[in-house]
């Protein structure tokens, strides 16, 4: 940081100006600090002491008021217990504000459906949670929507938002992460299985050196592997490791503590009690980690290995011998085709590349098309023995491939060995500076990580960080999970900056129910399942909408949930809830990447030929799988996706923006995706007896009021008379209530 | 909630807009420069341009040209390609000519913009150390060599906004696939609404914006009747919540986009003139013409920030430097040089040039140093820019390379500076705009940018 030519972090650039610092505050000069007002005379002697004494400050963490920050201490169980209602219900009996009542059944089934599934509810789930008379109803509902797959689609998405996750690694080539894959079914399956969370984390830092033995447990590993890298770009190997390094370091700290260590990487931390030195011990952590694979089953992977091996070398005889087949008939067919040409073309073919002139380099191009053979052209003057031999080629080439498939390896990391390369903390001015050992910052002990067995082959530096984590004894780990489920909930976290638990962040209004939630998360055995329970039994998350009289000039911000935040459906769910009010829901989970068919100007600005980056999957169902398992490639997200707030997925996202702009609703109006799916509900509904109620079901749930079913008859009509059918008339109706609010929303 | 941006933040949610961002005029109050620049119009050349063959001229790297360059000089650089204790030393083939009043060097590649020289200010002392096309795209648009953070122009309509709300606010123009990608003029964590939007050519320029195959005017003025009146049965009893407001709103702001923006791009009301001065008659110079002619169209409009992506990873390209110095830049500056001058002179026609930056950049230079036969490899050590309008002061070049043209030496000046001198002109302190992410007040500037070098450019 450098201000007014003074590198503020910098001892003796401050040191020297402690005279002009002195003048500013004694207001002497031009420059007066601060300009607020003049100090009170006691503080500014005080500071002119300091100033005069050399302007000195310590480099460790200051032990006093920061070790008392709120979310750096032990999770306190509130004493005499407490509920979460009990919490906000005194809170706002405090500032005397009032409460929405509770929501109606239709709007509760469709909010915790969206919540847990990201889908909404069918018509005939609907009908029968209304009339659900059983007391414990709505109980019976959150069970059977956390006990259904689509749970781990809705909440695994919100983890890798978290991690950074994609298919691709970025930059100019933006190269297939070929197996990132694997590691996004292993976290949807884990919040299905309702993985403990400490062990979710513990698979995750150091899968590898906690469970060796089990493969999908060291698949967890695969989270270091998912984020946007340069690996593929030459001669920055250097670069790319402190990038890779600053990757790991970064989002670690953020994803699982809530804490923001990027700014101590240059200097000591200026808010947080974080130093240059603590950034280094937490990154040597990290240091001795490669890349590698999991052989999810043993046998398997070697008899696929094995094959690959064999396949390649077979390919490149293939390529030797269809070189040797065509050769000959593409620089004949090049003669002929340049010889019906003027002659300066054909000199300007035969010139090498780097010696053509402009001039020749436009003729090359202007023809290189007409001129170049395609495969075809070649085939179609194989003799019959030469086609023979064409087809036994093709023929070995097909047999090769037929089951060509990706192989049981997931992508994962581990340590070379039991010893770890040094670390340094950069000295001033380039350079190392002083060595240091792996270890948790000062601030919370400052433990070193614990020394290996003699026996590990590993340096057990991410076990010692995962068991710090995952102890009870962390006062971040379970405080920053059950504050994101919280605000997955709600909209807004009990903690607003639900990735900064730093000491810029406040203790939260609700500290007490925040620290109730997670005392009993970590009791229960850190089940997020039972988590979700806990928070949706609760009479806060039932409320209506509608924000009581009075509240919004009090309670602005809705901080004390006197009403339940209405929110728009996030991207995906949009794409998903279309494809379900459709019919055309495929939920085939799990697998490769699925590359879905986009319209060729919706594919703009990719960088690489869309013919290697837009690979569209084969089997047409597959596109109307649910978008998670939609290909995320860095460089290029999907449009409809891209307008309605879905991240980049190159930095860590703790919360999503939803914006409301015009592009969005061009999108969802005029694009290719919602014309197919109004077009598939188009179908169903003049298949049915009465459209319109069908299309009320299909969309919202429920049955057409009248004076909506007015409206749409006469538009119906309108429509038909302007389109020429009912079908079309029909689409349109489709895509209307596809962009209606009531769709969009969640009350 | 106490934090100013995380007020503006949640304003931006319950803002109902077109393209139009929110202008954050508190950004504005007492900033010690006053705003210049209405509007920014930056030609990004895509791949790597020159810098000793067009505004950097270099005698003793001509005399000296095959031999090595000196060991103390090439120490501690390395690039793409090339070895620099290897190759031989290139002088430029092009002859460099003064130029206007200032007798500004500019080489004879450049007929057309020389006669600008009076006003340009070239920078001829850039430097940065990302050597490879992406990371470089990204270091110059977004201030960080690795993706996901908000490019200049994204910055710019967030801080600034837009004063026609039926139009973007930050346009892109490019010729299609970048060796970045998309991330060059990506919203990176701000509000999706402040990334640049591609205009495309052919009358429906915005993606969308057309009514799908079959659907007539009046078909799709029918369905947008019944959305709005759904919506607003829906609204009925949630009149409090401004955000289902805004987008019943964002529905009518869609339609009337649809009737605007293709009346933006419709060149047909531009005279002869006009057309043959941007060199739309010419199958060479017609592509950088036309979008330099919508760039000006849309600033007359209001549109704040004006990108256009000059080059392509897939078809002609400044990068083509790399077998071929020769054939490229002539190539490259017979397609671009007389729309870019024809830029200028219809600005200043118009009485536009005061009021809008008009930035020529590069993602980095190309080396002294020869690639191969014909060549020359990417190169950041050292590179050019200019900047003209918005009242700076042309004729005039800021800081030096060395004597072979191989790293900045006299005031140097990074993608900060340059970022952050933009921002000032068009009205922004970059110091003050910041977003807060992953913990941080976040810039495009991040730290840095204190060789903002606005006082020169306006005389100081």
Same mark, same amino acid.
């Given at each position: 940081m450098r201000m007014g030519g003074v590198k503020l972090d910098s001892r003796s650039d401050v040191a020297a100006v402690t005279g002009r610092m002195a003048a500013a505050l004694g207001y002497e000069g031009r420059v007066k600090m601060p300009p607020s007002g003049k100090l009170p005379a006691d503080e500014l002697a005080l500071l002119r002491e300091w100033l005069e004494a050399g302007a000195e400050w310590p480099s460790a963490a200051p032990a006093g008021p920061v070790a008392r920050h709120w979310a750096f201490e032990r999770v306190a169980k509130p004493a005499g217990g407490g509920s979460i209602d009990g919490f906000l219900d005194a809170a706002r009996a405090r500032r005397g504000l009032a409460v929405a009542g509770k929501a109606e059944r239709r709007e509760l089934i469709r909010r915790v459906t969206f919540d847990l599934h990201g889908l909404p509810p069918s018509a005939a789930e609907t009908a029968e949670f209304v009339a659900d008379a059983r007391p414990d109803a709505w109980e019976r509902l959150i069970d059977r929507l956390l006990a259904s797959p689509r749970y781990g689609e809705k909440w695994g998405k919100h983890w890798l938002d978290l991690v950074r996750y994609g298919d691709t690694s970025g930059f100019e080539q933006d190269p297939y992460l070929l197996y990132a894959w694997r590691y996004r079914d292993y976290v949807i399956q884990s919040f299905n299985d309702d993985k403990p969370y400490d062990r979710f984390v513990k698979e995750q830092i150091a899968g590898d050196e906690i469970y060796p033995d089990d493969p999908a447990a060291r698949q967890g590993t695969g989270y270091f592997t998912v984020g946007t890298n340069r690996d593929m770009l030459f001669k920055v190997e250097d670069t790319n490791r402190i990038e890779t390094l600053t990757d790991f370091t970064d989002t670690t700290a953020s994803v699982f503590l809530g804490l923001t260590m990027g700014c101590a990487r240059c200097h000591d931390h200026k808010f947080d009690p974080l130093t240059q030195r603590d950034y280094y011990r937490f990154q040597a952590i990290f240091v001795p980690a490669v890349k590698t694979r999991v052989f999810l089953m043993y046998d398997q992977a070697r008899v696929y290995d094995l094959g690959e091996n064999t396949r390649t070398f077979r390919l490149y005889e293939a390529g030797a011998q269809l070189t040797a087949l065509m050769d000959p008939y593409r620089k004949a067919i090049r003669q002929e085709r340049l010889a019906k040409l003027p002659p300066e073309v054909a000199v300007a073919f035969d010139t090498p590349d780097e010696k053509k002139t402009p001039e020749q380099k436009a003729l090359f191009e202007a023809h290189a098309k007409r001129v170049e053979p395609s495969d075809d052209d070649i085939f179609a003057r194989f003799s019959k023995p030469e086609l023979e031999r064409l087809h036994r080629i093709e023929r070995r080439l097909v047999s090769a491939f037929k089951s060509f498939a990706p192989g049981p390896f997931s992508p994962a990391v581990t340590d070379l060995s039991r010893e770890a390369p040094r670390t340094f903390v950069p000295a001033k001015g380039g350079g190392l500076g002083e060595e240091v050992t792996a270890g948790i910052p000062a601030v919370f002990g400052g433990a070193d990580m614990p020394v290996p067995p003699l026996t590990a082959e590993t340096t057990h530096r991410r076990k010692g960080l995962a068991e710090w984590m995952a102890s009870g004894e962390n006062p971040l780990t379970a405080r920053v999970w059950v504050n994101r489920v919280w605000q997955y909930h709600f909209g807004q976290g009990l903690v607003g900056a639900a990735s900064d638990f730093g000491t810029r962040t406040a203790a939260p209004v609700h500290r007490q129910l925040l620290d109730w939630l997670a005392a009993g998360f970590m009791e229960g055995g850190w089940r997020t399942k039972a988590l979700h329970k806990t928070i949706l039994m609760s009479q806060a998350y039932q409320r209506g909408s509608r924000a009581p009289a009075g509240v919004a000039a009090a309670d602005a911000e809705n901080v004390y949930l006197s009403y339940f935040p209405r929110r728009r459906l996030e991207a995906e769910e949009i794409r998903d809830a279309v494809l379900q009010a459709a019919g055309t829901l495929n939920t085939k989970m799990g697998g490769r990447p699925v590359v879905p068919a986009l319209a060729a100007e919706e594919l703009y600005g990719m960088s690489q030929p869309v013919g290697n980056a837009w690979i569209v999957t084969e089997d047409a169902a597959e596109h109307n799988r649910r978008t998670v398992y939609m290909i995320s490639r860095r460089n290029f997200r999907m449009p409809l996706l891209e307008v309605f707030d879905r991240p980049e997925g190159v930095l860590s996202c703790s919360r999503r923006e939803s914006t409301t702009t015009a592009p969005q609703s061009l999108s969802l109006l005029n694009g290719g995706f919602t014309l197919g799916q109004a077009a598939a509900l188009a179908e169903r509904l003049e298949a049915a007896g009465d459209p319109v109620a069908a299309a009320w079901r299909s969309v919202y749930g429920r049955e057409p009021a009248p004076d909506e079913r007015t409206r749409v008859e006469a538009f119906l009509e309108k429509q038909t008379a302007l389109l020429g059918s009912r079908r079309a008339a029909l689409v349109e109706l489709g895509r209307s209530l596809f962009n209606t609010n009531e769709f969009l929303y969640v009350e | 909630m106490t934090n100013g941006m995380i007020s503006r933040r949640r304003a931006v949610f319950t803002a109902g807009r077109g393209f139009a961002g929110m202008a954050l005029a508190g950004l504005m109050d007492g900033a010690p420069a006053a705003r210049r620049a209405r509007s920014v119009i930056y030609i990004f050349n895509h791949g790597g341009v020159s810098h000793v063959d067009t505004f950097d001229p270099k005698p003793a790297l001509s005399k000296l040209s095959g031999e090595p360059v000196p060991a103390s000089f090439a120490q501690g650089l390395k690039t793409s390609r090339i070895d620099f204790r290897k190759a031989p030393m290139r002088g430029t083939p092009w002859k460099f000519g003064r130029h206007g009043r200032g007798g500004l060097e500019i080489s004879e590649l450049f007929p057309h913009l020389a006669r600008h020289a009076d006003r340009l200010a070239v920078v001829r002392s850039c430097h940065s150390d990302a050597f490879d096309h992406a990371p470089a795209i990204f270091m110059t648009a977004t201030g960080s060599q690795f993706p996901g953070r908000p490019s200049i122009g994204s910055w710019a309509v967030y801080g600034l906004g837009s004063e /026609?709300? /039926?139009?973007?606010?930050f346009v892109v123009m490019s010729d299609g696939a970048m060796k970045s990608g998309a991330g060059a003029y990506g919203a990176g964590f701000l509000p999706a609404a402040h990334q640049g939007t591609v205009f495309r050519t052919g009358p429906n320029p915005v993606l969308h914006l057309a009514n799908p195959g079959g659907v007539s005017a009046e078909a799709q003025r029918e369905t947008l009747d019944l959305i709005g009146d759904l919506n607003r049965r829906h609204f009925g009893p949630r009149d409090e919540d401004t955000v289902l407001e805004a987008r019943i709103r964002s529905y009518e702001l869609a339609f009337r986009m649809q009737a605007e923006a293709p009346g933006a791009v419709d060149l047909s009301g531009e005279t002869e003139a006009t057309r043959k001065l941007y060199g739309l008659d010419d199958p060479m110079t017609e592509n950088v013409g036309r979008k330099c002619l919508l760039a000006r169209r849309l600033v007359e409009r209001g549109v704040r920030f004006v990108q256009i992506f000059f080059g392509t990873n897939l078809g002609d390209d400044w990068d083509d430097a790399h077998l071929d110095l020769w054939g490229s830049h002539i190539r490259m500056t017979r397609k671009s040089d007389q729309p870019v001058a024809a830029l200028l002179t219809d600005l200043a026609a118009r009485g536009l040039l005061d009021e809008t930056l008009v930035v020529w950049n590069s993602e980095f230079g190309r080396t002294p140093l020869a690639e191969g036969k014909n060549g020359r490899d990417h190169h950041p050590y050292g590179y050019s820019m200019w900047m003209a309008g918005a009242g700076i002061q042309g004729g005039r070049a800021l800081g030096a390379t060395d004597e072979f043209g191989l790293r900045a030496v006299e005031q140097p000046k990074t993608v900060h500076d340059v970022n952050a001198t933009i921002l000032r002109i068009a009205g922004v302190d970059h110091t003050q705009l910041t977003w807060r992410y992953q913990g941080r007040d976040q810039r495009l500037t991040d730290v840095h940018g204190e060789g903002e070098f606005t006082g020169w450019l306006y005389g100081a």
């Amino acid at each position: 940081m450098r201000m007014g030519g003074v590198k503020l972090d910098s001892r003796s650039d401050v040191a020297a100006v402690t005279g002009r610092m002195a003048a500013a505050l004694g207001y002497e000069g031009r420059v007066k600090m601060p300009p607020s007002g003049k100090l009170p005379a006691d503080e500014l002697a005080l500071l002119r002491e300091w100033l005069e004494a050399g302007a000195e400050w310590p480099s460790a963490a200051p032990a006093g008021p920061v070790a008392r920050h709120w979310a750096f201490e032990r999770v306190a169980k509130p004493a005499g217990g407490g509920s979460i209602d009990g919490f906000l219900d005194a809170a706002r009996a405090r500032r005397g504000l009032a409460v929405a009542g509770k929501a109606e059944r239709r709007e509760l089934i469709r909010r915790v459906t969206f919540d847990l599934h990201g889908l909404p509810p069918s018509a005939a789930e609907t009908a029968e949670f209304v009339a659900d008379a059983r007391p414990d109803a709505w109980e019976r509902l959150i069970d059977r929507l956390l006990a259904s797959p689509r749970y781990g689609e809705k909440w695994g998405k919100h983890w890798l938002d978290l991690v950074r996750y994609g298919d691709t690694s970025g930059f100019e080539q933006d190269p297939y992460l070929l197996y990132a894959w694997r590691y996004r079914d292993y976290v949807i399956q884990s919040f299905n299985d309702d993985k403990p969370y400490d062990r979710f984390v513990k698979e995750q830092i150091a899968g590898d050196e906690i469970y060796p033995d089990d493969p999908a447990a060291r698949q967890g590993t695969g989270y270091f592997t998912v984020g946007t890298n340069r690996d593929m770009l030459f001669k920055v190997e250097d670069t790319n490791r402190i990038e890779t390094l600053t990757d790991f370091t970064d989002t670690t700290a953020s994803v699982f503590l809530g804490l923001t260590m990027g700014c101590a990487r240059c200097h000591d931390h200026k808010f947080d009690p974080l130093t240059q030195r603590d950034y280094y011990r937490f990154q040597a952590i990290f240091v001795p980690a490669v890349k590698t694979r999991v052989f999810l089953m043993y046998d398997q992977a070697r008899v696929y290995d094995l094959g690959e091996n064999t396949r390649t070398f077979r390919l490149y005889e293939a390529g030797a011998q269809l070189t040797a087949l065509m050769d000959p008939y593409r620089k004949a067919i090049r003669q002929e085709r340049l010889a019906k040409l003027p002659p300066e073309v054909a000199v300007a073919f035969d010139t090498p590349d780097e010696k053509k002139t402009p001039e020749q380099k436009a003729l090359f191009e202007a023809h290189a098309k007409r001129v170049e053979p395609s495969d075809d052209d070649i085939f179609a003057r194989f003799s019959k023995p030469e086609l023979e031999r064409l087809h036994r080629i093709e023929r070995r080439l097909v047999s090769a491939f037929k089951s060509f498939a990706p192989g049981p390896f997931s992508p994962a990391v581990t340590d070379l060995s039991r010893e770890a390369p040094r670390t340094f903390v950069p000295a001033k001015g380039g350079g190392l500076g002083e060595e240091v050992t792996a270890g948790i910052p000062a601030v919370f002990g400052g433990a070193d990580m614990p020394v290996p067995p003699l026996t590990a082959e590993t340096t057990h530096r991410r076990k010692g960080l995962a068991e710090w984590m995952a102890s009870g004894e962390n006062p971040l780990t379970a405080r920053v999970w059950v504050n994101r489920v919280w605000q997955y909930h709600f909209g807004q976290g009990l903690v607003g900056a639900a990735s900064d638990f730093g000491t810029r962040t406040a203790a939260p209004v609700h500290r007490q129910l925040l620290d109730w939630l997670a005392a009993g998360f970590m009791e229960g055995g850190w089940r997020t399942k039972a988590l979700h329970k806990t928070i949706l039994m609760s009479q806060a998350y039932q409320r209506g909408s509608r924000a009581p009289a009075g509240v919004a000039a009090a309670d602005a911000e809705n901080v004390y949930l006197s009403y339940f935040p209405r929110r728009r459906l996030e991207a995906e769910e949009i794409r998903d809830a279309v494809l379900q009010a459709a019919g055309t829901l495929n939920t085939k989970m799990g697998g490769r990447p699925v590359v879905p068919a986009l319209a060729a100007e919706e594919l703009y600005g990719m960088s690489q030929p869309v013919g290697n980056a837009w690979i569209v999957t084969e089997d047409a169902a597959e596109h109307n799988r649910r978008t998670v398992y939609m290909i995320s490639r860095r460089n290029f997200r999907m449009p409809l996706l891209e307008v309605f707030d879905r991240p980049e997925g190159v930095l860590s996202c703790s919360r999503r923006e939803s914006t409301t702009t015009a592009p969005q609703s061009l999108s969802l109006l005029n694009g290719g995706f919602t014309l197919g799916q109004a077009a598939a509900l188009a179908e169903r509904l003049e298949a049915a007896g009465d459209p319109v109620a069908a299309a009320w079901r299909s969309v919202y749930g429920r049955e057409p009021a009248p004076d909506e079913r007015t409206r749409v008859e006469a538009f119906l009509e309108k429509q038909t008379a302007l389109l020429g059918s009912r079908r079309a008339a029909l689409v349109e109706l489709g895509r209307s209530l596809f962009n209606t609010n009531e769709f969009l929303y969640v009350e | 909630m106490t934090n100013g941006m995380i007020s503006r933040r949640r304003a931006v949610f319950t803002a109902g807009r077109g393209f139009a961002g929110m202008a954050l005029a508190g950004l504005m109050d007492g900033a010690p420069a006053a705003r210049r620049a209405r509007s920014v119009i930056y030609i990004f050349n895509h791949g790597g341009v020159s810098h000793v063959d067009t505004f950097d001229p270099k005698p003793a790297l001509s005399k000296l040209s095959g031999e090595p360059v000196p060991a103390s000089f090439a120490q501690g650089l390395k690039t793409s390609r090339i070895d620099f204790r290897k190759a031989p030393m290139r002088g430029t083939p092009w002859k460099f000519g003064r130029h206007g009043r200032g007798g500004l060097e500019i080489s004879e590649l450049f007929p057309h913009l020389a006669r600008h020289a009076d006003r340009l200010a070239v920078v001829r002392s850039c430097h940065s150390d990302a050597f490879d096309h992406a990371p470089a795209i990204f270091m110059t648009a977004t201030g960080s060599q690795f993706p996901g953070r908000p490019s200049i122009g994204s910055w710019a309509v967030y801080g600034l906004g837009s004063e /026609n709300r /039926n139009l973007p606010g930050f346009v892109v123009m490019s010729d299609g696939a970048m060796k970045s990608g998309a991330g060059a003029y990506g919203a990176g964590f701000l509000p999706a609404a402040h990334q640049g939007t591609v205009f495309r050519t052919g009358p429906n320029p915005v993606l969308h914006l057309a009514n799908p195959g079959g659907v007539s005017a009046e078909a799709q003025r029918e369905t947008l009747d019944l959305i709005g009146d759904l919506n607003r049965r829906h609204f009925g009893p949630r009149d409090e919540d401004t955000v289902l407001e805004a987008r019943i709103r964002s529905y009518e702001l869609a339609f009337r986009m649809q009737a605007e923006a293709p009346g933006a791009v419709d060149l047909s009301g531009e005279t002869e003139a006009t057309r043959k001065l941007y060199g739309l008659d010419d199958p060479m110079t017609e592509n950088v013409g036309r979008k330099c002619l919508l760039a000006r169209r849309l600033v007359e409009r209001g549109v704040r920030f004006v990108q256009i992506f000059f080059g392509t990873n897939l078809g002609d390209d400044w990068d083509d430097a790399h077998l071929d110095l020769w054939g490229s830049h002539i190539r490259m500056t017979r397609k671009s040089d007389q729309p870019v001058a024809a830029l200028l002179t219809d600005l200043a026609a118009r009485g536009l040039l005061d009021e809008t930056l008009v930035v020529w950049n590069s993602e980095f230079g190309r080396t002294p140093l020869a690639e191969g036969k014909n060549g020359r490899d990417h190169h950041p050590y050292g590179y050019s820019m200019w900047m003209a309008g918005a009242g700076i002061q042309g004729g005039r070049a800021l800081g030096a390379t060395d004597e072979f043209g191989l790293r900045a030496v006299e005031q140097p000046k990074t993608v900060h500076d340059v970022n952050a001198t933009i921002l000032r002109i068009a009205g922004v302190d970059h110091t003050q705009l910041t977003w807060r992410y992953q913990g941080r007040d976040q810039r495009l500037t991040d730290v840095h940018g204190e060789g903002e070098f606005t006082g020169w450019l306006y005389g100081a």
